[in-house]
């Protein structure tokens, strides 16, 4: 194939690659013979310097195709020679681009316009840090001008569109690749955001200004339409763009131009809308230059003239009814949709004062109040036609929740609620009963369209959680009104449950029931997410007047809720009332009630500070301590436990109920040291760990129920007075269980017994239980929690030689050691240490013994994968036993050191890790967390301990360096990353060894191996380095691996490359290779120490050296593959 | 295969139960269960609930552990669902017949020659080349509700 090169090209020349071009092009359109065409086109932008050829083509030539490969040409080539042309090139090509553009603004065949419009964009970034101020204000001042409308419309039109190609080249998702590091990327990105993004807002605003006045004429379809549509995209886009640079804004913006022309993929943003982050910078030019009235007007203009429908002026959603009942009797709800994204971002850009002053000037009621009204409409129509489809109601509704929450959230990051006008708080209130209303209407209509399987109330609760905490911010923003209202619409269920009991059918009750006790949760308390919550300032600050605790409308609420949940307790109630579903309500509120309310934190804070004067404190210092523990807080608890104890034993095979009662309302509880004090002294408490030790019916209980409530019982010895009563404590609870272990595995008709299902439930309900306390076990309980171990080792070992064909018990027994040995293991004296070593070898050697070899049989595929991923479960937890022992060297609290007692953790390591590897086959490796697993331990005790490696044998040793091999080829960049590590380690070791005089790792256990590791893996990385596909995020790691290698091997490195040079054929290249191979091992001052320094300069020699080598690649890898392949003859001949 | 063979019946499971009652909320996955009259382990275990304000029930699919095919069942989690017995025996295996039966060496020293081999030509050949290498193999016999079957094989070392 001939090339396109420039060098001297006379007229006539170009005349045929311009011919050359244009037949591929047009037999490309006629599909004749594609690849020959396509390689001619490829050798145009391939050819070096072809940017003669191309212009010439472009101004030209008669075929579009032919001018759009040509740009296309100047693109490819430029990126790619860019560093060697000369400023006056590279300034004149993007010149070029521009100028031909402007020229032929008015060509009809916009895609070439549009191609040589974004080579400029991008070969515009591509020298963005090169250029100058001057030489860019150049370019801009050219754009500038056509933008002004200086040379007509048609090269407006064509000035806003490069401003678009250059935008959507500096923002990190949309720009083109350019083969550079992404550091480039972010600074253009940075610079362009900082120095011009407002400046080009600001034209591409003036652009659609200058031809406003045009296009709301009446006339027929005008140019300037162009030009205005453009120019808004433009603006549209750049609102769009990810803002970094401003710490300060706090509050985000909502774009409302942008309704469906989502570029963040993946948010879960209820309506459809693009968050936009400018920053206070933009304010003037977005708020305060008036454009947005201006907009407003435009599109008002447009409707009018386009669609010649009756316009809504004003907004389009006031007045709110006639609007909502012209959208249903079939009018478009495009307008109102719009309007109602206008405000919510004008509420993004306001506080809630301002927003509700905005119509003042204009109408008798605030902003906050149309808003009111506008979402009762909405609401309204929800209600009416409540539909499962997702209708122009649904959407308005979210955009509108979206406004309150805007408005509502507090910004000032001191949790304290934003504050409303008086009217405003009327119009939330109003608001908040129309949403209960609709809220309960829907509750009760969806019994009736109940299709069998109902949803979860973890599952309703996570959906519905966004919208019911803006339920929240609203019912708080009136809170004086919203509580009596919650209250009384409690009590007038309660009341209709009371009276129509046995008459009536309670379901649509008990369904509303439970939208209620939603909302009220959301209501009074916030989620903790992890950290205590406080009690919602909006609640402590109101209700001023109110002086008796008793009265407190808050207080009457929880009350009444609670004593509600107390009827529970009644079977017959019970059966009637208090379903399953209605009982997770209730467990659900109390858990999220109690968390803030009963016995707060706050109380004592609030009870010292009495030099406090505000008016308020009364009332809030009521409301805290009522549910205090010197005050009803104890009776409270009291009646809480109870009822949990009543959900565990009375409601027989609900799980989700005695879930939500386990890990959600008692851990609620025990997570709290002052309610711990108060538990175990309630007989109520006692009567649960009772029947949790004795009666059959908590056997019943889900695993994961047991685990958690053994948990709980044990974590609530925290409130005891000192560690023996705790310890004490902990050993009633358990003493069941581990009697029970030892007896049975001391039967004599165990074997025979083992298997009956019974036994396996009790044997698999014990472990659970011991597995929880394990997990619990804290500095005041863990000598119960190591003698209850340390009495159920050898029953443990009995039974996983009996149950070694029962896979779940099995697991149960491996996870309850996991357990108990992560809890134990830092606390452990050197002699216990021990015992608990000599243990999990024996588990470990036993375990082995019976899976080492095995194969399962089976019909069934199902069966055969299920057993495949129980061995997975089964031996990632032996790797975390390993782990665990591991972490003796590092965390210790024992009062000697383990090595005094002549343990050594690495080698004990290195043998388990001995037995389990051979249980941990390839087909098992690609479980991904195990793989994880795995190779974190191994590289963790090499990095640790390298020394240990040369005490293995060579079957052990052979395996670990196979590994390691294995896993510097593994497609998880973490495990590759993980054995770069243990290699970094192993080599440095040996090398410090060697200087040391010593005789390192080399002589350790080579075995059968032909040459020694080190030299193995050295070839091993550069093979990597130099010719695989790696991610550039290895080259650091890589380069703290290859550094000691190559100090080890220096002769070897030397040998390899040499032979690369040698086979090198071109001269220039040679020599430019051995200046590059030089320059890795010497520039940067690098000497031969193994030092932080040092690293780090060799990580800067890599760097450049694989930049160099990148580019010579294809040449490289022939060359290796060649070289190769000879050595492994070698290796052949040497093993032969 | 051995179901049509009655004797073992008795003989597997002398005077043991086939079969234990077990609330159905507390059967796990990874358990078994009675399906249809047959042994099946659980592979998937969901709740719902019976109309909105109703009980709990526990739909389960379970795979027979003889035959391999998956059968599902609804109960409610209150109620009762039966447990099968599932026991497992190694045998060192001594010799295949030439007409399908497998003789194997039981822990007291006997030999037990009842058992079949499995028609299922990949589990036959799994079976008979590792034996036919001339390894030791440990045959583990799993044998619930009257039936059994060879359902694992370990190599313990070359003859």
């Keep these: 194939m001939q090339g ?90 993007i010149s070029f681009c521009l100028c031909f553009v402007m020229q032929h603004a008015s060509s009809p065949e916009g895609y070439v316009l549009a191609k040589v419009s974004s080579v400029a964009a991008q070969l515009m970034k591509r020298g963005w840090l090169d250029f100058t101020e001057a030489e860019k204000e150049t370019f801009f001042y050219q754009v500038n001008q056509a933008i002004l409308g200086a040379h007509g419309i048609d090269v407006q039109f064509i000035g806003v569109n490069f401003l678009e ?192 002053q905005l119509l003042k000037a204009i109408r008798p009621c605030g902003t906050l109040s149309l808003l009111s009204t506008l979402m009762c409409e909405v609401v309204k129509v929800l209600m009416t036609n409540n539909t499962d489809e997702e209708t122009w109601s649904w959407e308005a509704r979210d955009i509108l929740l979206d406004t309150w929450t805007i408005l509502l959230v507090p910004t000032d990051g001191s949790g304290g609620d934003a504050l409303l006008p008086p009217e405003g708080k009327h119009a939330a209130a109003n608001l908040f009963s129309m949403i209960v209303e609709s809220e309960l209407k829907v509750a009760s209509a969806s019994v009736t369209n109940d299709d069998g399987d109902s949803d979860y109330l973890q599952a309703s609760i996570s959906a519905m959680d966004e919208r019911l905490s803006s339920y929240a911010l609203i019912a708080r923003a009136a809170i004086d009104v919203t509580i009596p209202l919650l209250t009384r619409l409690f009590s007038e269920r309660f009341a209709r449950l009371h009276q129509g009991r046995g008459i009536i059918d309670p379901t649509e009750t008990l369904e509303e029931l439970y939208s209620l006790l939603l909302i009220t949760g959301h209501v009074l308390a916030d989620e903790g997410e992890g950290e205590t919550p406080l009690v919602p300032t909006a609640i402590k600050t109101h209700f001023a007047d109110i002086a008796e605790a008793e009265k407190h409308p808050v207080v009457v609420l929880s009350g009444s809720i609670i004593r509600f949940a107390e009827q529970s307790m009644d079977p017959e109630v019970r059966a009637t009332v208090f379903s399953p579903r209605l009982m997770e309500a209730v467990i659900w509120f109390l858990a999220r009630w109690s968390h803030t309310y009963l016995m707060p934190l706050e109380e004592t804070n609030c009870l010292s500070n009495d030099y406090q004067q505000h008016h308020s404190v009364n009332s809030k210092k009521a409301l805290l301590s009522f549910f205090g523990e010197h005050n009803q807080g104890q009776v409270v608890l009291d009646i809480i436990v109870r009822i949990s104890v009543m959900t565990l034993v009375s409601y027989p095979g609900e799980k989700d109920l005695q879930g939500l009662t386990c890990h959600h309302l008692l851990h609620t509880l025990v997570r709290r040291k002052t309610i711990c004090y108060q538990l175990v002294s309630l007989e109520s408490w006692r009567n649960l760990a009772n029947a949790f030790t004795n009666e059959k019916s908590l056997f019943l209980l889900s695993s994961a129920n047991q685990r958690s ?16 009563t705790a310890n004490q404590y902990v050993k009633g609870l358990m003493a069941h269980m581990t009697t029970y272990l030892v007896e049975l595995s001391n039967r004599s008709d165990l074997k025979s017994v083992a298997h009956q ?34 009495s159920v080792m050898n029953p443990v070992l009995h039974l996983l030689e009996v149950y070694k064909d029962e896979s779940a018990v099995v697991y149960l027994l491996l996870k309850f050691i996991v357990d108990w040995v992560d809890g134990q293991i830092s606390y452990l004296e050197s002699r216990e240490t021990a015992a608990v070593i000599d243990f999990c070898m024996r588990l470990l050697q036993l375990y082995s013994s019976h899976n080492i070899g095995k194969i399962s049989i089976s019909l069934s595929s199902t069966l055969l994968s299920e057993a495949k991923t129980e061995k997975y479960k089964d031996l990632r937890a032996l790797l975390q036993l390993l782990s665990s022992l ?18 050594n953790i690495s080698q004990v390591v290195f043998f388990g890790l001995h037995i389990v590897t051979p249980l941990i086959s390839l087909e098992l490796l690609k479980y991904p967390k195990l793989c994880h697993d795995y190779f974190s331990l191994l590289s963790h005790i090499l990095e640790v301990y390298p020394e240990t490696l040369a005490q293995l044998n060579s079957e052990a040793f052979v395996h670990i360096i196979g590994t390691l091999d294995f896993g510097l080829h593994h497609q998880d960049l ?40 080190f030299s193995r893996f050295l070839r091993s990385l550069l093979q990597l380095l130099l010719f695989e596909d790696y991610s550039p995020d290895l080259v650091s790691a890589a380069a703290d691996a290859l550094l000691p290698l190559i100090l080890c091997e220096q002769g070897l490195y030397q040998k390899l490359g040499n032979e690369l040079i040698e086979r090198q054929t071109n001269p220039a290249l040679k020599s430019r290779l051995a200046n590059a191979l030089h320059s890795l091992t010497s520039s940067n001052h690098l000497s031969s120490r193994l030092d932080r320094v040092n690293y780090q300069r060799f990580r800067k020699n890599l760097n450049s050296f694989l930049n160099w080598q990148n580019k010579r690649n294809g040449w490289f890898r022939f060359l290796w593959s060649f070289l190769n392949f000879s050595m492994h003859l070698e290796a052949l001949l040497l093993v032969v | 295969m051995s179901e049509e063979d009655h004797h073992f019946e008795s003989k597997a499971d002398a005077g043991a139960s086939k079969t234990f009652p077990q609330q159905a909320g507390t059967v796990r996955k990874n358990g078994y269960i009675v399906i249809k009259g047959r042994p099946c382990k659980v592979v998937e275990v969901s709740t719902s609930k019976t ?60 030999t037990k020659d009842d058992l079949r081999l499995p028609t299922d030509d990949v589990l036959l050949t799994q079976i008979k080349s590792g034996f036919a290498e001339g390894k030791d193999l440990i045959v583990t016999v799993m044998s619930a509700m009257g039936e059994e079957q060879i359902c694992a094989l370990k190599d313990i070392g070359p003859k």
């Design chain 1, 886 to 903: 591991c972490s003796k060297d590092l965390v210790d609290f024992s009062s000697d050191s383990v090595e005094a007692a002549g343990i």
């Design chain 1, 709 to 724: 409530l053994a948990q709980t019982l044990v974590l609530s010895a925290s409130g005891l007075r000192n560690s023996e």
């Design chain 1, 757 to 790: 299902p019974d036994i396996i439930m009790s044997v698999s309900c014990l472990l659970e239980r011991l597995r929880g306390a394990a997990s619990a076990a804290g500095p005041r309980r863990q000598r119960a929690m190591y003698e209850i171990g340390i």
């Design chain 2, 51 to 110: 109309g909105k304000h109703g009980h709990a029930k526990c739909h389960f699919v379970g795979i027979d552990i003889f035959t391999g095919k998956k059968v599902e069942d609804i109960v409610p989690s209150s109620h009762n669902c039966d447990i099968p017995h599932v026991n497992r025996t190694d045998y060192q295996l001594i010799d295949i017949s030439e007409d399908g039966f497998v003789s194997l060496l039981t822990e007291s020293g006997n």
């Design chain 1, 4 to 93: 396109f090169s420039d060098g001297g090209a006379d007229l006539g020349q170009l005349q045929t690659t311009m011919r050359n071009i244009e037949v591929a092009c047009t037999s490309i359109q006629m599909h004749i013979n594609p690849a020959a065409a396509e390689a001619t086109i490829l050798s145009l932008s391939q050819s070096p310097q072809p940017y003669m050829a191309c212009r010439f083509i472009l101004e030209n030539s008669q075929v579009p195709n032919a001018r759009f490969q040509a740009a296309a040409a100047i693109r490819d080539a430029a990126i790619r020679e860019w560093s060697s042309l000369s400023t006056e090139e590279r300034r004149s090509l």
């Design chain 1, 974 to 1013: 973490e495990v590759v990353d993980m054995c770069l590590g243990a290699l970094k380690a192993l080599a440095a070791y040996n090398y410090r060894e060697i200087c040391a005089g010593k005789t390192g790792l080399v002589s350790a256990g080579l075995g059968n191996l032909p040459e020694g590791i």
């Design chain 1, 165 to 356: 190609s250059l935008v959507s080249e500096f923002s990190p998702s949309t720009s083109s690749a350019m083969g550079l590091p992404r550091e480039f990327h972010e600074q253009c990105r940075t610079s362009l955001e900082l120095n011009y993004l407002k400046m080009f807002y600001c034209w591409a605003r003036d652009a659609a200004l200058s031809v406003t006045n045009k296009i709301i004429e009446p006339n027929a379809v005008i140019p300037e339409v162009k030009v205005c549509t453009a120019a808004l995209r433009l603006m549209l886009q750049i609102l769009n763009w990810e803002f970094r640079n401003d710490t300060t804004s706090m509050k985000a913006g909502i774009d409302v131009f942008s309704a469906g022309v989502r570029h963040d993929n993946g948010s879960s943003k209820r309506s459809e809308c693009v968050l936009v982050q400018p920053g206070p910078a933009w304010f003037d030019v977005l708020i305060s230059s008036g454009h947005v009235s201006w907009l407003l007007g435009l599109y008002a203009a447009l409707r009018q003239k386009f669609s010649r429908e009756e316009p809504y002026f004003l907004l389009w959603i006031d007045p709110p009814d006639v609007v909502s009942k012209a959208i249903e009797e079939g009018k478009s709800e495009s307008e109102m949709l719009d309007g109602c994204r206008a405000l919510l971002s004008i509420a993004t850009a306001t506080t809630p004062f301002v927003f509700d």
